[in-house]
């Protein structure tokens, strides 16, 4: 069968679907929950409660087989220029890989690249943890400055989230927006002599990043003079050459290699601050568990393959039954910029219209991707979610066990995370809301009116992902399980998930904007774009 016959075969299948009651096909189909769920790498999976029937499952789970995702997961993993347009090979589990095997496949040198990258990183990370490596006035460090955006910035971000300690020896801080506040936030209660400051950029020409440090560096300068400065400088690129305009010394540039993206590096030395603050066994922590889910998306049956099922959901949601949105929430503070790390990884990689050859694509792509912490979130967005006519289908995320949290506050959290999964799926009918009102004293009339205000019409579509623990090792399963389901979505629909051209317009127009601001003159635009120019000036 090609392709687009299997979609289309899909699409019918999911209409027939989603006329039944999810909870009903629990009566009919037996062991569904056994099927559609799995446990793997401290993480459970559980896609029982999404609107397909088990034909439907079986429908969404063959196409990756159809695609050729078996070809392009050998592609990707032994090192081939997958990323066409760039003509970039896509490597990122290459960086939490030892498999002398795969090491052999790729080249040696991809694999001693690897290694030495990480060896720098250990010696500079160790020296600084143990006061070894010091500021210029012999000062330790205590805080880091990252300074980065986008891919530079949301991993770590998150990771540094999920796993501070309560107390951190070495605090980090992170800087993306160029606005100046976040900046100004971040230095005003700080020792320059006891910071340092660390520029991460891939390409090493992103102005919010350029700008950012520049306006950092100067604060150490002032504080501490242009000689000292370099103490307190680094610089993570993997375009290292570019770094030394910047005055950052040679043996503080941490480099990685282009085929790491920039939404899938923070298995890379884009993780120097996290690694430096949090140790660097946390970093080889994290990558084991990463790989742990590797090794299930390389080997694992599709049936039973984790990132598969979650890319499976959403491409029976998406492009079968065009949903256009789905909401992640994970019931935990720690990992409260999951969302925002998710919104890059998948509508990066994924909100595309045309192949890596420039034709256009016949399906939608990704969803609009969406989210905040639980349980925040059902006090804020829920409601739309539990009633409004549109089908948002969730991922509700929890750890199900926070030694940080007594345990009355973990029940009560992990108490709403499996209502709402049940909720949504059950709804609730108009005889129970009359009986309810009725319990309320309310006569027929006002029955009649606030009856059917209460009904949630539920079948609405959840997946559901529990943590042992929030570890570094369940943290990078969860991270890399993602990043797999994003690259499976992509071979079925047929995209190149690892460019990013849609970004380069906004950056080429705000350069001009710029020119207009600063110059005597303003170019011509639009009407409204010139008067907004107008106002700015
Ligand atoms: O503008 C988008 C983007 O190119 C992302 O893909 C990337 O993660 C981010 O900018 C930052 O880029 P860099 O690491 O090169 O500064």
């Not at 049940?422 to 027929?444: H, I, W, Y």
Request: glycine share 8%; proline share 4%; hydrophobic share 45%.
């Amino acid at each position: 069968m090609t392709l687009s016959a299997a979609l289309a075969a899909l699409t019918t299948q999911a209409h027939i679907d989603a006329k039944t009651p999810i909870v009903a096909k629990f009566e009919y189909e037996a062991d569904r929950l056994g099927q559609q769920s799995l446990s793997i790498a401290g993480l459970y999976v559980d896609v029982s409660k999404q609107s397909w029937s088990q034909a439907g499952f079986d429908a969404a789970l063959g196409l990756f087989d159809i695609a050729g995702l078996n070809a392009a997961r050998e592609k990707m993993w032994t090192g081939q220029a997958i990323n066409v347009s760039e003509d970039r090979a896509v490597l990122h589990v290459a960086l939490r890989d030892s498999d002398s095997e795969n090491q052999r496949l790729r080249g040696a040198e991809i694999a001693a690249d690897v290694k030495g990258a990480r060896d720098a990183m250990k010696a500079y990370a160790d020296g600084i943890r143990a006061g070894e490596i010091v500021g210029a006035t012999g000062k330790p460090f205590r805080t880091i400055i990252h300074i980065g955006i986008g891919g530079s910035d949301l991993g770590p971000r998150l990771l540094w989230q999920a796993l501070a300690p309560l107390k951190p020896q070495i605090d980090i801080r992170f800087v993306a927006n160029v606005d100046g506040s976040e900046l100004a936030l971040a230095t005003a209660d700080l020792d320059p002599a006891e910071t340092l400051v660390i520029a991460v950029s891939k390409t090493f020409t992103t102005q919010e990043t350029l700008t950012n440090f520049l306006v950092a560096r100067d604060w150490i300068i002032g504080a501490l003079g242009e000689d000292a400065a370099a103490k307190h400088l680094a610089a993570v690129s993997a375009a290292p050459a570019k770094t030394s305009a910047y005055g950052i010394p040679e043996d503080r540039v941490f480099g990685f290699r282009d085929w790491v993206g920039g939404r899938y590096s923070l298995w890379s030395a884009v993780s120097l601050s996290v690694i430096i603050a949090g140790g660097y066994d946390v970093y080889e922590r994290l990558l084991s568990g990463a790989h742990e889910m590797d090794q299930h998306f390389l080997t694992a049956p599709a049936v039973q393959n984790a990132p598969l099922l979650l890319a499976a959901a959403q491409i029976f949601n998406r492009i079968a039954l065009d949903r256009p949105a789905r909401a992640v929430i994970p019931y935990a503070h720690r990992l409260r910029r999951l969302a925002a790390f998710l919104q890059q990884l998948e509508m990066e990689s994924n909100g595309k219209r045309t192949d890596g050859y420039g034709n256009l694509l016949p399906t939608k792509t990704c969803p609009i991707v969406f989210g905040d912490e639980g349980t925040n979130a059902q006090h804020a967005f829920f409601q739309m979610l539990h009633q409004s006519a549109d089908i948002v289908p969730l991922e509700l995320i929890a750890v199900t066990s926070n030694p940080e949290a007594p345990l009355d506050m973990q029940q009560k959290l992990l108490s709403n995370v499996i209502a709402q999964g049940e909720a949504f799926m059950v709804g609730k009918s108009l005889e129970t809301s009359e009986v309810e009102c009725r319990a309320l004293g309310f006569d027929d009339a006002k029955t009649a009116i606030i009856a059917p205000q209460k009904v949630c019409p539920g079948n609405k579509p959840s997946t559901l992902v529990l943590l042992d623990a929030l570890t570094p090792e369940t943290l990078g399963a969860l991270l890399a399980l993602y990043e797999h389901k994003t690259f499976a979505e992509g071979i079925v629909m047929g995209l190149n998930s690892f460019d990013q051209w849609g970004v380069e317009l906004g950056k080429t127009l705000a350069t001009s904007v710029l020119k207009d601001i600063t110059g005597p003159d303003i170019a011509p635009h639009d009407p409204s774009t010139t008067a907004a120019i107008e106002i700015v000036k």
